[in-house]
Structures are given as C-alpha cells and as structure tokens.
C-alpha cells in the first residue's frame, strides 16, 4: 500500500487527478459546436485534466496552503466544482487531521446518494474508484459527512444559512453556488473567523453581494470562461460588437448556443456562458442600452470642481438673500461670491460661460435637479443629478459621502441659485423619505422657491392636498425607475455618467417586487431608506424635467446675460416700472410657478 501521506505540492495532487480520478460525464460538444449526448460506458471517463483545470487546481491549492480566499468566477459546465471538492478530498485523503466544510443552496445539492449533481455524490463516485493501495479508510457513516479513520480528517457538508460555519474550525471552506445564496453576506462573516480560506464558487445570478465579491477587489478572483474549454472553445475567435462597442469571444459553439438563446445579449447567455453579471438574473434596467449609452455616451467631466461662498455674511443669509429674502440691513450679496475650485464634488458635462455674474452654466438652458439624500458620515452618498432639458442630457453630478443632510440642504441651494437657466431656478425634485424630509425643512427654511409636490390622497381616494418631495414606496419607485429606465432605452435621457451607469446595471427585482441595489437585497427596509445613490437621483431628475418639458420657442428663452438683447430687455421692464407697471411677475414653466420679487423683496434678477 502506498504512502497515506503525499507531498503537499499543487503538482502532487494535479498527478493523482489524472491518474486516479474518474468523472461522470453526460454530454459533450462535438466538432460542429453542437452539445450531443454520451452514454453507456462512455460516461465514466478519466479525468484527464484541460490546461485551465490545471492552473485552477494550483490557485486552489494555494489558497488552502498559504490560508487565503478565494472567488471563483465561472461559466457553467467547466467542471469547478468538481475540481474545488476534489482538492478538498485529495487532501482529506492524504494529509492528517485535516476538516473542510462543503455548502451549497440545499442540502440536497450537497449530499444526495441518489443525484450525481450533489457533491458528495461526486466524491464518492471518485473514491469508489480508486485502487486498493491507494484508498485509506474512507466512510461515509451518515449524510453530509466523510470521515478518513486512517488520518482523522473530515469533510463536512451542510445546507447554507446565515450561521453556516460559525464556531469550529476548518482548514478551509468552499460556498457553491454562491450568487444563488440569500444568506450569503452573513455567511462570509459567520466563516471568517472558522476558516481563512473562503472559496466561493457560482456562475453570476445578476448583482448582488457575489458579484460584488468578484468586482470590488476584496477576494483573489479565478475566472473559469467557457472559451477555455477544449471542445466549446474549438474554432475560438474574437469579434465585434458595434451596437455596444464590445470585443467578444465566439466559436461555432457560442454561435449555436446563442442562436438556442434568441440572442447574445440575453440574460441566459449573461449567465451561462459570457460571466456577465449586470446582465444575468433579475436585473431591473435594460442592459442592452445601459451597455450602448456606456459605449456611446459615457465620457469624463469636462470639469471637477466645488461650490463655495467667498462672503463676511453667513451662508444661510447669503443663501436666503439670493433667493429673494433680504434682511433690512444693508448688506448686498451676488452670484459672483461664488467660487469654483478643483476637484470637488460637482462633476459637469458642460461648458460654462462667462457672464456678469461669474462662470456659470449657459443661462439658456432650462435645468432640473434630482437629489436623494444619504446618511453622511461616509456611510451613503447624498446625490444631485442636473438634467439640461433642451439638450436631453444630464450636464452635471454631485456626489458627497460625507455630507450630511444639513450641509447638503445649502449645497443643493447653492447649486440650484448657480445653475438658475431660463427659469432662473431649476425645479427641485427630492425624496422626502428618511433623511430627505430634513433636507426640504431645511431649503424651506432657506426659501429655496422651487421645490417639487405631490399630490396626496385622503379616505376614499380623495385629493387631500400636496406635499414637497417625491416619496418612495413600492409603487411610487417601480414607477419612477421605469420611467428613467424608458428614457434610457430611447437616449431620451443621455447620461454621460459612467458611475451612474454602472450602478444602474446593479439594479434588481428583489424578491418582495420592490426595486434596488442588488446587494441591499437582504438589508432591511429602514437600511435601504438611508442610501441614497445615482440612480434615484438621475430617476427624480427625469421626473422634474418632464414635469417642465422643453421650452417651446426660442422666443421663450432668455437672452444671454450681458447680451445686446439682455440690455433691451431691461430697459423694457424699467420703462414699465416708471409707468406704474408692477413690482412683482409672476411666470409659469410647465405646471411649476414661481413669483420673482421686485424691489421691496430684495432679489434683483
């Protein structure tokens, strides 16, 4: 009988697969990319690792060794399971005292003696066929358990919950499946102080916290792409996607396999094969035109800057002056106190233009502001999105994690009186939820005159009154984000954001019908209310611009400030005044009204 103890090298075990593992085969690709099936004896085939399966293995190996985790990134059928559970059981065999825990979704899909997809199936299939000098005593006394009496090592095997592999200890763990894991965020905390090496192992089910395992650079990653496959990947080459703007891999098997999906953008393909995670499961957006205006519209700023107020008054009289409430003292403030400096937070696709009252946004434009509101303290971004409505575009984006609601109320304040445009302040439409209700007390405080209502419902469906914000419910955000995602699809709302897009495509159905970020699936409501992000941001945005529409004619639009016409237009109103014209105007854009104060109210435009 050989050693029970062999070298502990990669090379060492990669030499037992192939002459000692077996594999339960069902289906293979022939050389027209077509998948036929195999059966008889021809199903029970040597290992006979590929390339990629043998690098996999040395990955495999080493985060067990060094105690490192690991995420492994696959599509399906490439044989990853199989090859994590055969390490595992390799060193089981051979190496003394050594405990590995096997989870999957159900406990079915772990130990099953009767379904060659279950796991332990698979290790029992491949330890039944090895030679008497090289088998120790292996058993396997009851369901999700194996036990090696020659060297007290043990494989466990359980369903997932959210206390999976809390307490105990283990030489490592491996999370199959895990992008279909509810509970999978609090099992990776529940491991992390059982075992240091985590190996997480799915094809993608859409976004979530598996996708952002693999993304956010926190795990060492493996990436199993079926194009590695010896017989999918036969005839491999690259093309060209020009609706998206994509290099892609294909091959007569990727072909066929598409043309039985209906399409290459298709969630199946997404999931199966490509390793798309934004585009496989339940992704709320259309992935197809968040990939196009990516490719066709997505660019860096034109300019990084931040907001500030270079006064002796305080911000908030500054701020409540512009707007048209003057205090009786004589103080004088302009839009020229404001400064721009570098690299803040306020990110702008447009130019701007040098007017009597500083640099500013072309005042010919007509503007709209969506803003949801975080936490602050770096723990959520507060979010401002400005759409420019003529150019069908948003022109600008303010992202602040560490902002609170207070600060954020004058920053919004400040950003709408500096952008003004043709309806000398842009419309302000704001999620009233959670943080967002302080946020409108506080502008309301500061006579911010343009803020967005709703309409509100009493008893029996009757109109009860309005109220400023938009505020989200189940209903009210399905209806909004449908709306921008509509707009998305037609370029009717280009967004030149790549952040902003890219969020959106982590935009999930979860499982309750309501709509969000796919790794806040599982937090709770009160959770979910204090993130704010892009997405809601640029979705209120829409919702404010189509409650302005576009300015009809030109004629309606103001001249440039410091213009010849700008001057006219002055005279004119300075002539009426001497007439006995009136002090107020009071001017309509769109359902949206606003009453501009002559001289008794301060605000001069």
Not at 365 to 389: K, P
Not at 559 to 580: V, Y
Request: charged residues 20%; neutral net charge; glycine residues 8%.
């Amino acid at each position: 009988m050989m050693s029970m103890v062999h070298e502990l090298c990669p090379e060492a075990a990669i030499l037992w697969f192939n002459a000692f593992g077996w594999l339960f085969k069902q289906q293979r690709v022939n050389a027209a990319g077509h998948q036929v099936s195999v059966k008889g004896k021809a199903t029970n085939v040597p290992a006979n690792l590929w390339p990629c399966q043998d690098d996999a293995i040395g990955q495999v190996f080493e985060a067990i060794h060094d105690g490192h985790d690991l995420v492994v990134d696959k599509s399906r059928q490439m044989g990853v399971t199989v090859l994590i559970s055969g390490i595992f059981n390799w060193w089981f065999l051979y190496q003394p005292a050594s405990v590995f825990l096997v989870m999957s979704e159900k406990e079915a899909l772990v130990d099953n003696p009767d379904d060659p997809y279950s796991i332990f199936w698979k290790l029992d299939y491949i330890n039944d066929r090895l030679a008497w000098w090289a088998k120790p005593d292996i058993r396997h006394p009851k369901r999700l358990l194996l036990t090696n009496k020659s060297n007290g090592s043990t494989i466990l095997g359980r369903a997932t919950t959210a206390d999976t592999g809390r307490g105990g200890a283990l030489l490592a763990a491996l999370i199959d499946e895990a992008a279909s894991i509810a509970e999978l965020e609090a099992i990776k905390t529940a491991l992390a102080d059982a075992t240091s090496c985590r190996i997480a192992n799915s094809t993608p089910k859409g976004p979530g916290v598996y996708s952002d395992m693999v993304y956010d650079g926190s795990w060492p990653v493996l990436q199993m792409p079926w194009w590695n496959h010896p017989e999918k990947g036969r005839g491999r080459e690259l093309a060209y996607d020009e609706a998206i703007g994509e290099v892609y891999v294909t091959s007569p098997f990727y072909e066929h396999r598409v043309k039985r999906a209906g399409g290459r953008l298709t969630a199946e393909i997404a999931q199966e094969l490509d390793m798309k995670h934004q585009m496989a499961g339940s992704s709320f957006f259309d992935q197809v035109h968040v990939l196009r205006q990516k490719a066709q519209h997505a660019t860096d700023p034109l300019s990084v800057c931040q907001l500030g107020i270079s006064t002796d008054l305080h911000e908030d009289d500054w701020l409540r002056y512009i707007a048209g409430h003057a205090k009786p003292d004589p103080l004088t403030a302009t839009l020229k106190d404001i400064d721009l400096t570098t690299n803040g937070n306020l990110s702008l696709w447009i130019d701007l233009e040098d007017s009597r009252k500083g640099m500013r946004p072309p005042q010919r434009m007509t503007y709209a502001i969506g803003a949801d509101v975080g936490q602050g303290q770096n723990a959520s971004h507060s979010v401002a999105s400005i759409f420019a409505i003529e150019m069908g575009r948003k022109v600008g984006e303010l992202v602040d994690a560490s902002i609170n609601p207070h600060e954020f109320s004058r920053t919004l304040a400040l950003l709408g009186l500096w952008f003004g445009g043709a309806t000398r302040i842009p419309l302000l439409n704001i999620e009233a939820n959670g943080p967002g209700l302080t946020v409108i007390r506080q502008l309301q405080r500061l006579y911010y005159p343009r803020i967005m209502r709703r309409l509100t419902k009493g008893p029996s469906n009757a109109k009860q009154g309005e109220k400023l914000g938009w505020f989200s419910s189940v209903a009210t955000k399905q209806d909004l984000l449908q709306a921008y995602r509509a707009a998305l699809s037609t370029d009717s709302f280009i967004n030149p954001s790549r952040p902003a897009l890219v969020e959106a495509s982590k935009y999930v159905r979860y499982a309750n019908g309501s709509i969000g970020p796919g790794r806040l699936e599982h937090e709770s409501a009160d959770a979910r209310a204090t993130h704010g992000d892009r997405v809601i941001a640029d979705g209120l945005a829409w919702m404010a611009a189509q409650s302005l529409g576009a300015q009809s004619h030109a004629e309606d639009i103001p001249p440039p400030e410091g213009s010849a016409a700008a001057d006219e237009l002055i005279l004119q109103r300075l002539e009426e005044k001497a007439r006995g014209g009136k002090s107020n105007t009071r001017a309509k854009h769109g359902g949206a009204s606003i009453t501009w104060r002559g001289s008794k109210g301060g605000r001069r435009w």
